[in-house]
């Protein structure tokens, strides 16, 4: 059988042979359709990579001995044989459009004529999706151009850009950083949220790229939004946006399979708590604010609640109570002032923030520019909709706030080992354990950076891009490791040696840099045990 390891209490991974090839890649993608197909309650993903399965569930509603079990049983199947689709796709190799074309053919030794043609006379399987939304990781490529990455990344990468790294090959679907070798491009769209499927490609497909000068399709661009506007009866105005200001809800789930990250609101206590003293229904959008506040505008009487962290807020001057519901009259302004503690506080409105679902959820995700408002931070000049308004007799009274806060600065967060810990000799995790790390200011949505003693890795070579998960500790080469949170890619190549308990993920996501950051190991029980009290305070006010 395949090993099958726990990723922190809401996840488990099932690991074939370590290679890049095709046929445990076919047996991957197999296994991965026939746990979907099991559909068990409370799994939320079902992510095939090159030679692995992740399945991300719910721990309060799927039992991991289910998941597990089904994951058995897949494996256990003979693997049909399923032929994918094959595309074309046209490119246009070097000049502008492949900048290090030139790279490639000294270190390979070749001309840059024989690069393009070796590049583009073979088939490429589509062994998985991830790092971003609708990126296909191809291959093999020709050993004689497979030169590694750039030494160093570049800070943006325009999107259709085709690059080398190594044995694999991929189209850059969205502008981001990257460090692949840029040979090419291709105006053919790789993710679009406005078509089914949103990837152009699945595992399993072929590619074959075709030299074609450029000529970019009618209507390829699109215009990028300004100030949102709303015809919404009921509304907000962003007056002054704040640092980082994003409309977030209970997450994307369903689509990692596609490269899409999860998302949603990074404390999902302070979320639902906020929620829910306004009568929302789950998962109804709300405000997020990082570290300093927004200054909004109720356009109409208007009930609100904070909840997560204390910046300092203020209703028409008067201080406003945390974790309570409040009435605005038409035209209050509500203000973030000093802030007292935490890193990101939850603004709830009743009838939830109204803006175009995208793959089924609100949440704004920054790299993609997906969902929110048109996939960025709060404007000055938004005017955001909200929904109907909600029914004043099913309102929460005040609570205390759910989230127990570290003190002094920082908080000791509860992990569970890794699935990669074989990456790591025997005292990496009572390195982990004994150091208190500091959350660098290079941190994010997608992950903190963490500053310390550096965590050493046993095994030189890369390791696999794999999936990555909630919580996941990763450790790249520098040995400085970075926690995984809300916004993190699907699919990473450095190790997890820990993974933090989904209770503590809350208390981790109102971290701010500067601020340390401990870790204790504890057991699977004491993680649900948690998980569970958790939820039963948040069901328990009235």
Request: hydrophobic share 40%.
């Amino acid at each position: 059988m395949p090993a099958i390891k726990e990723a922190g209490d809401s996840a488990l991974l099932l690991e074939l042979e370590p290679v890049i090839d095709t046929t445990v890649n076919a047996r991957a993608i197999a296994i991965a359709a026939a746990v979907r197909d099991d559909v068990i309650p409370g799994v939320r993903d079902v992510v095939s990579t090159y030679r692995s399965v992740a399945v991300h569930f719910d721990p309060l509603v799927a039992d991991a001995r289910d998941v597990q079990a089904s994951l058995e049983r897949a494996a256990e199947s003979p693997v049909s044989t399923v032929h994918g689709r094959l595309l074309e796709i046209p490119v246009e190799y070097g000049g502008q459009w492949g900048p290090d074309i030139a790279d490639v053919a000294s270190l390979s030794g070749q001309s840059a004529e024989a690069v393009v043609r070796r590049h583009s006379e073979r088939e490429y399987r589509v062994f998985m999706l991830g790092f971003l939304p609708g990126f296909a990781y191809l291959g093999p490529v020709d050993p004689e151009i497979a030169v590694p990455r750039r030494s160093a990344p570049r800070e943006r990468v325009r999107a259709g850009s085709i690059g080398i790294a190594g044995q694999q090959t991929g189209v850059y679907p969205l502008d981001s950083p990257g460090g692949w070798q840029i040979v090419g491009h291709t105006f053919t769209r790789m993710f679009d949220v406005e078509q089914w499927p949103v990837a152009l490609l699945a595992p399993g497909d072929s590619v074959r790229f075709v030299p074609q000068p450029h000529e970019p399709p009618p209507g390829m661009a699109r215009a990028s939004g300004g100030a949102l506007s709303t015809t919404a009866r009921r509304s907000i105005t962003v007056i002054e946006p704040g640092l980082l200001t994003t409309i977030q809800d209970a997450g994307r789930w369903g689509h990692q399979a596609s490269g899409v990250p999860v998302s949603g609101a990074m404390d999902w206590i302070a979320y639902r708590t906020a929620n829910a003293l306004v009568a929302n229904e789950p998962g109804s959008a709300v405000v997020e604010a990082t570290l300093t506040g927004p200054k909004l505008r109720f356009d109409q009487r208007t009930t609100f609640a904070i909840a997560g962290a204390d910046f300092g807020a203020t209703l028409d001057g008067v201080r406003v109570p945390h974790c309570a519901a409040v009435t605005a009259p038409a035209g209050g302004v509500l203000r973030f002032n000093m802030r007292a503690f935490g890193a990101r506080a939850y603004v709830a409105i009743d009838g939830g923030i109204d803006v175009p679902r995208v793959l089924g959820s609100r949440s704004t995700h920054l790299l993609s520019r997906m969902g929110g408002t048109h996939g960025r931070t709060l404007l000055q000049g938004d005017r955001l909709g909200l929904g109907a308004e909600g029914t004043p007799n099913r309102r929460r009274k005040p609570i205390p706030d759910a989230t127990a806060y570290g003190h002094g600065g920082g908080a000791r967060l509860r992990v569970l080992p890794g699935p990669q810990t074989d990456y790591f000799p025997d005292d990496a995790m009572d390195l982990l354990q004994r150091t208190r790390f500091i959350v660098s200011p290079q941190s994010n949505r997608m992950g903190y950076r963490l500053q310390g003693d550096r965590i050493p890795r046993l095994l030189e070579q890369e390791m696999i891009s794999d999936a990555a998960f909630a919580g996941g500790i990763q450790v790249p080469p520098s040995g400085d490791p970075i926690l995984l949170l809300a916004d993190r890619q699907t699919t990473g190549g450095y190790p997890q040696l820990a993974v933090v308990i989904t209770a503590d993920i809350p208390l981790a996501a109102q971290l701010a840099p500067g601020d340390w950051v401990e870790f204790r190991v504890c057991s699977r029980s004491e993680a649900l045990s948690a998980l569970v009290a958790q939820e039963a305070r948040l069901l328990a006010f009235d």
